[in-house]
């Protein structure tokens, strides 16, 4: 008998077989079934999520319509807005035609950017070098007549922002009223100077009161106007067309643009800023420097109100409004020196053509001539009519032989000195509101003075074979240049002395002839007042704007071609 218990292995039975292949069978047509359930739902998924992109891809293009539909009609609107009050302006204009002049009630001359804007109530007018006042515009000498709330600085306020200076800006801000009427007496001092309170004849001559005052822009012949994106001209159709104008760089910053200047070569351009001046390439537009004091903190404003490249182009002598002047080296970026000694603002600075002497003007009620590679003060020009209180000087220019210094002040005079001496030679009057800028003509004997008035004047020196002497009563305003519809803020001259430009608060630049005292051409390019104009002494015919826009910008003008 065997100890194992021993089965027999035979194999399964059929019916086992079948058992379990119905099973797998059973078990394979589940999984079918569900992944059938799977594939159906993600089919339905993928169609709900292609019917939602074609729905969102819909609206996006119907909404990029409306947008494009939209930016048409605001378009449509505009051009059709600024249409119409250019219509309304010159209807107002016919209207009043032959009324008597009032006050400007608009801000340019119709056109692009010209609104209507409320003429300022006049406030009362502290004395003008009140050391206490401790808060005031960058604009304003301290002291001079502000307004209750002044407004921010934007295109919608048109303020104009600056320093005065000879091609340069102004001290007010255009929503400060004119200066109230000073006093009609005068001090005769000590020095035996003659006034220039008028012409040889007594009758000086007057340009055209108003060449574009009954001109509608859009009405003007296509040879008497030019026209870029932002920007238009319109020559005097009264006188022939010598001239064409266009603009080749814009400069945008980030404040006001107080003063633009030129380097004696035209190759570069400085604009003086808040905290900062800027240097340019007038043939590249690149910007080749930015002259900032780190020292000065950047806490507060501090507006640079001046600037004036010395002759080789070496250095910038740049005017502020902690009464510090600050001679740059321009390739080192770096303070070379910094002249001090006025009390007040610096609000113009003009370098002598020989490199020799810098003169400066203040709020101080002094224009200081410098030594200014040794850092020495060699004349206090100081204004002393005891009976005056708004006597800061607002502007300064030397002569091109570098012998006198002009300057002009809110007292409304125009004084000149001799730069060798420092005495008083000139004392030119006529305007009737302060005089915001002077410039000397090429030949030396001519003075151009811009006022808040809303004229220019140009002055006839008293001169000598031997130079100036006993024959200063020739001194007289032999033009006046009238057409600006607000202050004049800024003048200078071409460098071949066959025009002036004038900037102001009006926001237009003009051309003027200073033989016939009529306009060339007035250009709108500036969406606020244009504070300071400059042109170059350079080769090539260009001109420089900067403005309460925050832009400078660099035009050209040239003779018309046949």
Excluded at 73 to 102: D, F, M, S, T, W
Excluded at 248 to 271: I, Q
Excluded at 410 to 416: A, I
């Amino acid at each position: 008998m065997s100890v194992y218990n021993h089965r027999s292995m035979g194999p399964p039975s059929s019916s086992r077989l079948i058992e379990l292949l119905d099973a797998v069978k059973s078990e394979y047509d589940q999984l079918s079934e569900d992944v059938m359930v799977c594939k159906n739902q993600r089919d339905e998924y993928e169609h709900k999520m292609n019917s939602q992109i074609q729905e969102m891809n819909l609206f996006q293009q119907n909404l990029m319509d409306l947008e494009r539909t939209q930016q048409m009609i605001k378009k449509q609107y505009e051009e059709e807005i600024a249409r119409l009050r250019q219509q309304l302006e010159q209807v107002q204009l016919a209207q009043h035609g032959n009324a008597p002049p009032q006050p400007p009630v608009s801000s340019g001359y119709g056109g692009p950017g010209g609104y209507p804007q409320p003429q300022p109530q006049p406030q009362p007018q502290p004395p003008l070098m009140d050391p206490k006042t401790s808060v005031h515009h960058p604009a304003y000498p301290v002291g001079a007549p502000t307004s209750a709330h002044p407004p921010p600085v934007s295109a919608s306020s048109h303020p104009s922002v600056g320093a005065p200076y000879m091609n340069g800006s102004s001290p007010l801000p255009s929503n400060a009223p004119p200066p109230t009427q000073l006093p009609s007496g005068r001090g005769s001092g000590t020095n035996p100077v003659k006034s220039g309170a008028g012409p040889l004849s007594n009758n000086p001559s007057t340009g055209s009161s108003d060449a574009f005052g009954d001109i509608n822009p859009e009405n003007v012949p296509a040879n008497m106007k030019v026209e870029g994106q932002d920007w238009f001209a319109l020559f005097n159709p009264k006188t022939t067309r010598y001239l064409k104008v266009d603009l080749l760089h814009t400069f945008d910053h980030g404040s006001v643009v107080c003063c633009v200047k030129f380097s004696a070569d035209g190759r570069f351009l400085a604009a003086g800023c808040n905290q900062a001046t800027y240097i340019y390439d007038t043939i590249s537009a690149s910007r080749v420097a930015v002259l900032q004091d780190e020292n000065a903190g950047r806490d507060g404003d501090l507006y640079i109100r001046s600037v004036s490249f010395s002759p080789d182009g070496t250095f910038l002598a740049t005017g502020a409004e902690d009464k510090q002047i600050r001679i740059w080296d321009i390739a080192k970026k770096r303070i070379r020196g910094i002249l001090s000694g006025h009390e007040q603002d610096i609000y113009s600075l003009e370098f002598s053509r020989d490199g020799r002497i810098l003169v400066s003007g203040s709020g101080d009620r002094t224009a200081r001539i410098w030594d200014w590679q040794s850092l020495r003060s060699l004349h206090e020009l100081r204004i002393n009519d005891g009976d005056q209180q708004d006597l800061g000087v607002t502007s300064v220019a030397i002569s091109p032989d570098s012998r006198l210094v002009a300057a002009g002040s809110l007292d409304k005079v125009v004084r000149v000195w001799d730069a060798v001496t420092g005495q008083l030679l000139e004392r030119l009057e006529g305007h009737k509101d302060s005089v915001y800028s002077v410039a000397f003509m090429p030949d030396g004997k001519t003075l151009v003075s811009g006022s808040l008035d809303k004229t220019l004047r140009m002055w006839q020196l008293g001169t000598t074979e031997r130079g100036y002497g006993g024959e200063r009563g020739k001194s007289a305003c032999i033009q006046v240049f009238t057409g600006h519809k607000d202050f004049v803020l800024s003048v200078a001259t071409t460098p071949d002395g066959n025009w002036i430009v004038s900037g102001s608060k009006d926001r237009g630049v003009q051309f003027w002839d200073p033989r016939t005292g009529q306009t060339q051409f007035m250009l709108q390019g500036h969406k606020n007042s244009v504070i300071s104009v400059a042109t170059s002494p350079g080769h090539r015919p260009l001109f420089a704007t900067g403005s309460g826009d925050n832009r400078a910008r660099i035009w050209s003008y040239e003779p018309l071609g046949p």
